[in-house]
């Protein structure tokens, strides 16, 4: 809470610790608790149940203890064998009942981590999609040749080819859609900008080292290791000291530097590699810095985000439109965060992709025109009431979410359905994608709404957009710092009147008062706002002269009645002068493609059963090559044919492979199913072709002519494959599959 | 030329200093070097013009020396005043014939300059342009508001448009059309990479301080600019001090630290703000440096090129490729240059757009399967030979360029090619396009070859694309410092015999003679080079032993004949496995699109003749927005027309602007012209549409229900203009235009 409170200018930047106090959902960039990060279903039975087993757990163990003592009694007394044998035997049964509790325990635990599905079964389908992502160079670790560096990632070329489709269908459903104004700014940004956001003194994360070797450590990461550990491993832990544990990981955002500090010390947690002692926890920035110019004097960062790039442009766009509002303003781009300690995989780098929207809009009238697009829509919300008391996301429909002021307003409520149709339709399963309200403690205190697509992995729920409701803040921070005025102006059609506040300074009373100070007086003077006027003017009627604090010339001095003039006066107003609110969308790329990697991939049997094979069921709109075609067998007349199509499929701009290599059939689907390619052109004559799609295995005959063009209406979206089903003749061939 | 000979890994990287010792064109990254940088036709006659002007100017001036001092003595001397009178006469003749030839000098050195049009005028041309790109949004200098910084700016959303529409063609014409290997790497680089490929030792440009401020200027800029001045401001410069200042200009970049030095003492050169003393040079590495990871050991920089993120990747992606050569490898990204003191605007940048191919190749094999498809192509084209013989560029045919061998090969041959069309298709002027070879001392010593596509502007001619043949420097560069062999391999049909080298140190003998130091000679006897140990051979059988130096251990030791047998074997050999050559085009996006931005801006007189008005002709391929519509007057059932067809618009994914304001006709296209708009369509009916081409101005009628799909084809390039005009009646209309 520390810096989300007091700052927490942009998604996916200063939100770095955020309270999950009932543990009920992941921290947004720190999804993940693991074991403690519970699924929402079920949450609140697998809470009691753990309980309710460490309990019954202590008594049993306290049960055998005392039944212990009686047999090593009975033998020293030199009982009866028979008694002896009883008493073993009432032994052996409470420890079996104690194992079987333990196992209870197990599965309740490893319940509660997955929703479900073990923890090891997660780990397993984990592996299995990152082990086909990185064989078939989806992504490649960078500068891996030199045993990489963790945290930085290639895409390669298939992973490469879905970024560029996710980006472009981003472009088309928001850019192009809303008619957004797209900008493109550097990475390299000088202090002066990252100052005014705040990212220079509160972008921190806190650090412990390992005293002897330097090594450095997330100080949260390591309590929060120990308690998990803890909490899974050791059974003997009383139910207390098991809600203790569970208290820190709940509130473990929460915590300061000292209470950290003081926590690893209270439980002896040491470097984990060295089992060295450990410094006090102290926040490292977490920006790359570097110096701009070769003097030294300018120090610079890489942009942690891409959005202050578009506020420090308000000025200009706001002209670019017209001066009307609202209208939005939209980034594509690299931020650069140079984590403690990276893990995670590709959930959670030093280099990735933003995609942000700042929708800027007047603070009075926060509907949207489009909002009846999109208020039918029902999906997974999870609002701060349901978090709170312990419910679980419900299907709520928005027009709904924003009548019932759940959804604070039209224009978030529109971004969130929108955000809805962009996931869904690049293959986000909807039933694993949620959107959750921020709690109270976790917004800035000036942020108005705050949402979050939640996408489900294997890692648990992720954040992958933020969409919040920032109200004027980054506006009126820039403006502060840069002088430039950051506001938008409503013209009145006709003059309105305006009740405004007065202030005269009596120049000639104050520069005998004050002589050289004068002018910092009269400055101070005009700066009261409305409040400490009135104040000011009531105490001057009342006494005659009050106290004023002059913070330019850093003392109090006395001002008289006559001195200051302050009153209300009735103005004619023509326009009204305000800072615009921000509606601020934010997309992690990378997060969403890798979720969409696992929502993709599924196994299933060769045909001759003796395998499972990967396929990734990307939508056509996703896949990274759209088409393969080859011939059925080598041979120059289907070859030709081949090379013919992939010509057509070329002009069409349809991203494609042809593959004249003699591999069988069977093989070159599964090659293919693998990279997830929608669809496969088998030349098997010369005047039509066999067309399979990779999920049904349907085959349809196409003539050669139309293939290209059928295939592009099928790639573009204008036709789904019913549709050809409809029109082409279904096939089944011996030959053309496996 | 310092490093480029030395080093040079990457067009657009280490070739930072460039030799034009016959200045006959710009250094590649430094197009600016103003009067001095002649344009190729008539460089030799203006060159020899402003010589023999110079030396007339010194002629005149010792005559009127001479006649001044006649008139003066005549004056003291007391003669007749008809005398004086005549003689005065002959000195002011004199006088206004120097005042004649200084003009003409002028007009020379701004014809050398300019290529004809004067620098005046050229200034004049940029700075519409620039006013344009400015007012309109197509870029804005980043981080406005608090006053900047140099060399960064901003794409503002025309801008932003053009600029996806670059890269999307891109894609499109190289990577997708020559199925390429997309790549995207991070910009974060930790140290090693960018050691081995040399960029930490020698990517740097030579600095000086002002001594007493610390302001540093980039050392061979500030003598280029005292050249400059002195050149084309000082009539009274001699010929032969022109010729030196000259030759100064066209050997700045092979100078060293040291030489440099001199000249600016030997001129007194001081700082330009200041006139304070300036320190000697000193290399400035341009990386911008960072740190990756908490504990500051980890040095790393933000990359100045993309290339190296291809290199170390190659391994994987052979083997992506089916272990198969030849193959290309593609990324587009930022890079970033730490320039002294940027000048010269959007041309150089502190962090840019790059667009980089490797295509790996068999270095016994450079043909090209495709070359066919470029070879009839003919373009203006300047090789070598023709540069050092002072000839101009001509055109010539790429099939020629390539059997005569002025291209060295097939696949750079086919590159440069494809090149010319990528460009010509954006809309760059082809009379204004150049492939200029590099001079054999220009280039790295490694390289086989390289030409630089140039664009013509207002700075000159801009180095926008480099074409090189890098030989296999690179890949052999990464996989010695990282000990991973970047190696492909050519299977042979039937196995070969080949001779080999067998070195058999004789342990035993060894082992008596050198002990402990054993295993480190034997090593060292094994890593023997074919012609060393041939020379060992020949000694020991001559003489019985001889001095070998063994690195490991630091000096001589004497190996003796029995201690090592050499021999050579005839052995049979199933593979070839060698390095791969790289072809390398490597395109500056942000150079290009501004030669694009002045190729196509022009002026027209507006209706009534008042003003000037502007326009950029963009292709439809790269116009930021496609097509406007409005309403010819505001009323509802034409918004209703202009809406729908909007709406097919953003269906059929084309960028458009709808405009309800009620702004005249004219005021709009004025406006759109301005932002390169082809086509507006204009509703004046609410069955019929008007549609306006922006360069000829031409109308047609078309239904509002095939309206958008018309546009989609024509803005696609399916169908032309000029098809439309078959197809639709030509359209005049008072009311439509202006």
């Not at 956001?197 to 990461?221: I, N, P, Q």
């Not at 979050?452 to 729920?461: C, L, T």
């Not at 509606?583 to 890798?594: K, Q, V």
Request: with cysteine.
């Amino acid at each position: 809470m520390r810096f989300v409170r007091a700052l927490n200018t942009c998604a996916f930047s200063l939100r770095r610790r955020v309270i999950s106090t009932h543990f009920l959902h992941c921290s947004l960039l720190k999804p993940y608790i693991g074991a403690h990060h519970f699924s929402v279903s079920g949450t609140m039975a697998a809470v009691a149940d753990e309980d309710s087993l460490r309990r019954a757990l202590a008594q049993k163990q306290s049960s055998i203890d005392v039944q212990g003592g009686a047999v090593r009694q009975l033998k020293s007394s030199g009982a009866a064998k028979l008694d002896i044998e009883a008493a073993v035997q009432s032994l052996n049964a409470l420890k079996l009942e104690k194992a079987s509790i333990e196992s209870q325990l197990q599965t309740a635990l490893a319940g509660a981590a997955g929703g479900g599905s073990s923890s090891a079964s997660r780990d397993a389908f984990r592996q299995a999609v990152v082990n086909t992502l990185e064989r078939r160079l989806f992504y490649i670790p960078s500068f891996k040749i030199y045993r990489g560096v963790a945290g930085l990632y290639d895409y390669g070329p298939p992973g490469c080819s879905v970024k560029s489709n996710v980006l472009a269908f981003w472009r088309q459903h928001f850019v192009l859609e809303e008619n957004m104004l797209e900008v493109d700014c550097p990475c390299v940004t000088p202090e002066v900008v990252l100052k005014a956001s705040g990212h220079v003194e509160k972008f921190t994360d806190l650090m412990v080292k390992d005293e002897k070797t330097g090594t450095c450590y997330r100080a949260d990461h390591l309590l929060k290791d120990f308690c998990k550990e803890k909490l899974e491993k050791d059974f003997s832990l009383s139910a207390e000291k098991a809600a203790e544990l569970k208290h820190i990981l709940a509130v473990l955002d929460d915590l300061s530097a000292e209470q950290l500090g003081a926590k690893i010390k209270e439980y002896g947690i040491t470097a984990p590699d060295t089992k060295n002692p450990l410094s006090d926890p102290y926040p490292f920035n977490l920006m790359f810095q570097t110096s701009i110019g070769p003097s030294g004097v300018s120090p610079g960062y890489m942009r942690p985000e891409t959005a202050q790039g578009i506020f420090v442009n308000f000025r200009d766009l706001y002209y670019y439109n017209g001066n009307k509002l609202p209208f939005a303003a939209a980034q594509i781009g690299q931020a650069f965060r140079n984590e403690i300690s990276p893990r995670q995989g590709l959930l959670r780098v030093r280099e990735f992709t933003l995609a942000e929207i700042e929708h800027f809009v007047d603070p009075q009238d926060k509907s949207h025109s489009k909002f009846s697009d999109v208020a039918k829509l029902e999906f997974l919300m999870f609002p701060r009431d349901d978090q709170v008391s312990g419910q679980c996301a419900t299907n709520l429909q928005l027009s709904e979410a924003v009548s019932r002021g759940i959804v604070n307003n039209e224009t978030l409520g529109y971004f969130i359905g929108r955000v809805y149709l962009f996931l869904t339709r690049l293959g986000i399963d909807k039933d694993r994608l949620r959107f959750r309200q921020h709690l109270a403690n976790e917004m800035a205190h000036y942020a108005a709404d705050c949402w979050d697509a939640e996408i489900e992995s294997s890692y648990g729920w992720i954040e992958c957009v933020g969409i919040a409701d920032r109200s004027a803040y980054d506006l009126r921070a820039h403006s502060e710092k840069s002088s430039v005025a950051l506001v938008a102006q409503e013209k009145f059609s006709e003059p309105r009147e305006v009740e405004k506040l007065v202030i005269t300074p009596i120049k000639k009373e104050l520069g005998l008062a004050f002589k050289g100070n004068q002018k910092m007086v009269t400055e101070a003077l005009e700066a009261m706002e409305e409040k400490v006027a009135m104040e000011m003017k009531a105490d001057l009627e009342s006494k005659g002269e009050v106290e004023f604090h002059v913070c330019t010339i850093g003392k109090n001095v006395t001002i008289k009645k006559n001195m200051v003039s302050i009153s209300k006066e009735i103005k004619k107003e023509h326009q009204r002068v305000f800072t615009p609110s921000v509606i601020e969308p934010s997309f992690g790329i990378g997060r969403i493609i890798y979720c969409l990697y696992e929502h993709s991939f599924y196994t299933r049997p060769s045909k001759a059963g003796d395998e499972q094979l990967n396929v990734f069921s990307f939508p056509p709109l996703v896949a990274p090559i759209k088409c393969t075609v080859f011939p059925l067998v080598q041979n120059q007349k289907y070859e030709e044919v081949a090379k013919l199509i992939s010509k057509s499929l070329t002009a069409a701009g349809i991203s494609h492979k042809i593959d004249l290599t003699g591999t069988s059939i069977g093989k070159r689907y599964a090659r293919t199913d693998e990279l997830g390619v929608p669809f496969a052109i088998t030349v098997d004559s010369t005047s039509s072709v066999t067309v399979r799609e990779r999920d049904s295995k349907d085959q349809v005959r196409i003539d050669v002519e139309k293939v290209a063009s059928v295939v592009r209406e099928v790639t573009d979206g204008l036709s789904s494959w019913a549709d050809v089903l409809k029109m082409y003749p279904l096939h089944s061939s011996e030959t053309a599959e496996e």
